[in-house]
């Protein structure tokens, strides 16, 4: 599917959480009001918050990341937040998605493959480092920052098309380099 820029209405991704992105990401944390002094003293700073509440977190390798951005931005829904952090990308997803997700990809056979490896899901009972709230250049940033009290966050459905897509593409291109093409 093609599309015409000067037709593709979804505003551009932002790159720095709102208040409004902060209230929903401090909305995971056991003590909101604290956790949004702590960011409003130091916005430049990391902070780890607990999954499963607000929002759960689909972990990938930068590679499998992109391809997975680029189909959902360009042939599906788009994507909820999205962030880096330590060579890795976070896609922000809907609350049980952590739980449902492996469960899809199990039902798919897709076990994971050396250019698409199976992703790892944040939910219940687990935490992830977030960046800064301040859009900035380094190993740990917003590509697509909270800009929303409730943003949408994809689900497992959504996440599993991606996945399927994405590791179908790489198996191609793997296999097309291993022939010699």
Known sequence: MTTCPALDVRPAPATHVTPQGAAWLASASAHPQNTLARWQAQPASLAVL??????????????????????LWAEGPGTGPVAV?????????????????PA????????GS?????PLCHGLGDAVTVPPLAGT???????????????????PEALLWAFVRAARAADIDFSF???GC
């Open 85 to 101: 952090h330590r060579g890795r990308m976070l896609l922000f997803a809907a609350t049980g998605t952590a739980h449902r997700l």
């Open 114 to 118: 050396r250019t698409a490896p199976a």
């Open 137 to 155: 250049e380094g190993p740990s940033r917003w590509l697509v920052a909270p800009d929303a009290r409730t943003p949408w966050l994809p689900g």
């Open 177 to 179: 380099r291993r022939s």
């Open 104 to 111: 899809l990809l199990a039902w798919e056979e897709w076990g």
């Open 50 to 71: 607990p999954c499963g509440n607000a929002f759960d977190v689909v972990n990938v390798p930068l590679v499998l990341g992109r391809r997975l951005l680029d189909l």
